[in-house]
């Protein structure tokens, strides 16, 4: 649609009257010159100085300076001292993607398809949490799982947890933490395809003696595809990025690697390392995405 | 049949309630916590019934200084990346240019990355660079951030845009300015709007990015972050709270508005036009 939107007024339309043609030549470069300097010098700059950063001789400090050494053995090293938080990182933002898909699927579902006139409404209470600090909402799960508060006290009833059991400063709180922080990004995606889903595909699939089931996974489901891709995408990589709810509701035992990188920078001051994570984090991102997006993309086909 | 499917309707609704549910939970813990005494700093459980915290909510004055900061951050960084974002928008929708590809990748790859990453990267080039980090620094880091944003919110208005509404008023003589001024501007706006409150609660937001490029300014995440060690303020949900009531305001305001405006504008073109258009 927006192909066609920008096409020169030349072939059919009379031109408008206008400046001469340099001008207009020149303008669309005009427009897009400050925003693309900011972007190149404070986005495509510093990830070339984190890169060179993570190749710093690990032996200087931030007082004496660094020397560029080409210290490729950085990552090797960074990787055998923390490779239990990085495929912590992994683990835990992955079963948090499958809780996230089996609550957020349904409501994005039931938004698109079984609202009604409540279709807004119900929208505006999935990205309500964002109206608020992220942290604060973060630290209210602090007074939820509370050891001494109601939800704890009613699993400890029911002996779902031992008489000392905790559910904050665990696994299970962090990955709660992560679901629920990042499950908006993944509906509303869901949301804007299951949108453009016509009801009577269904129908047409249960005329022809398909089970609900089997209607989902042949209809409703292929159609999803590009929400669903897109939605896993915004969930997976700020959840697997996030150091937040692991220092806020775990213990060091559940530290992600940005929990490390965070530390790395700004209280050992260990920038090397520190960027050669960082730099890891995001290759290791980069490949999921794109070995997903083939996988994805063909099954799609099919 | 229809019993089976009156129930599978039921039943997607029941989850999605749940789910619902799930997700305005905490909300209503930082509104309860807001009338909350704490037993002491460093407890987060109820403990008893108190309007203090909001009679007074600057009662621990640093936090209230990183409020102001925060909003002293955001309002500059939306004024910068509103600017920026839109001007690019309309190179993008409205002319053809080369390296139109190499300029989208350039919009959209901030937003698939890690803020971790770009978080670090920005520290690792003020430090190489010798920039003292704090204010500015985070002003930067803002911009960058909610630039890709705000291009992406105001193309979608302005793709959506019907360009014959400009071709008329330049057939009855508009120049091209009074026809940016008079038409296309107010079209806009609206995209445009909501750019710049979408950047303006990313920005007051923002934790990650922030953390690593504020030297010693606080602002009120970096405050919240803090705090969290040495014990929460209650205040602290107050502040979240009246975040959320206002920004639910916003939201039904401007739905209330967005709804006349989109009859409005749906009425015109198919009046003019006769038909509606197919959808493209």
Request: glycine share 8%; charged share 15%; aromatic share 10%.
């Amino acid at each position: 649609m927006s192909a066609l939107a920008h096409v020169p007024a030349s072939a059919g339309q009379p031109a408008p009257p206008g400046p001469p043609r340099g001008r207009n030549r020149l303008l669309p470069y005009l427009l897009l010159l400050p925003g693309a300097a900011w972007l190149l010098v404070f986005f495509v700059l510093p990830l070339l100085q984190l890169a060179a950063a993570s190749l710093y001789d690990p032996s200087g400090s931030l007082a004496t300076g660094y020397a560029m050494t080409g210290e490729v053995g950085n990552y090797w090293d960074a990787l055998s001292a923390y490779w239990p938080q990085f495929a912590r990182s992994f683990v835990y933002s992955a079963i948090a993607l499958v809780l996230a898909l089996l609550m957020g699927y349904p409501l994005a579902y039931a938004i698109a398809q079984k609202a009604g006139r409540w279709k807004n409404l119900l929208l505006v209470a999935v990205v309500a949490p964002m109206f608020t600090s992220f942290l604060v909402r973060t630290l209210a799960w602090k007074t939820i799982l509370s050891d001494n508060g109601a939800l704890v006290g009613l699993l400890r009833d029911v002996h779902l947890l031992g008489a000392d059991g905790r559910l904050l400063a665990t696994p299970f709180a962090v990955v709660l933490g992560l679901t629920y922080n990042f499950l908006p990004f993944l509906v509303l995606p869901l949301y804007a395809s299951l949108e453009r889903l016509d009801p009577r595909l269904l129908e047409a699939a249960s005329d022809l003696y398909a089970s609900p089931l089997r209607a989902f996974r042949r209809v409703t489901l292929p159609l999803s595809m590009p929400g669903l891709i897109a939605g896993t995408l915004l969930f997976f990589i700020p959840a697997t990025g996030d150091y937040i709810n692991a220092e806020l509701l775990g213990t060091p035992n559940e530290y992600m690697i940005g929990n490390v990188i965070d530390s790395a920078f700004l209280v050992r001051l260990d920038y090397p390392q520190g960027a050669a994570l960082s730099f890891l984090l995001m290759a290791a991102i980069l490949a999921i995405v794109f070995v997903y997006l083939r996988k994805a993309g063909t099954e799609e086909v099919l | 049949m229809k019993l089976r499917r009156w129930l599978a309707d039921r039943w997607v609704m029941g989850v999605a309630l749940l789910v619902l549910g799930y997700l305005s939970l905490p909300i209503l813990v930082v509104a309860g916590l807001s009338f909350n005494r704490p037993s002491s700093r460093l407890s987060y459980d109820f403990n008893e019934f108190t309007l203090d915290n909001w009679a007074q909510p600057c009662a621990t004055s640093d936090m209230c200084d990183a409020v102001v900061r925060s909003m002293e951050i955001g309002l500059i960084a939306t004024v910068v990346s509103t600017i920026l974002g839109t001007l690019m928008a309309f190179a993008l929708v409205r002319h053809g240019f080369r390296g139109r590809s190499g300029i989208n990748g350039l919009i959209f790859l901030p937003m698939a990355t890690p803020e971790l990453v770009m978080g670090t990267s920005l520290l690792a080039l003020f430090v190489a660079a010798g920039v003292p980090q704090g204010f500015w620094t985070i002003v930067i880091a803002h911009v960058m951030f909610c630039v890709s944003f705000v291009v992406v919110t105001v193309k979608a208005r302005l793709a959506g845009m019907d360009r014959r509404l400009e071709e008329a008023a330049m057939d009855l003589y508009a120049s091209e300015w009074q026809t940016f001024r008079r038409i296309t501007l107010p079209l806009v706006l609206p995209g445009i709007v909501a750019a710049a409150l979408l950047a303006f609660s990313l920005s007051f937001d923002d934790f990650i990015i922030t953390n690593f490029n504020a030297g010693t300014t606080v602002t009120f995440p970096m405050y919240v972050w803090g705090a969290a060690q040495r014990g929460i303020p209650p205040q602290v949900n107050v502040i979240g709270t009246a975040m959320f009531a206002i920004a639910l305001l916003l939201v039904g305001a401007s739905s209330l508005r967005g709804r006349r405006a989109r009859r409005a504008a749906l009425a015109a073109p198919v009046a003019a036009v006769g038909a509606p258009k197919s959808a493209s």
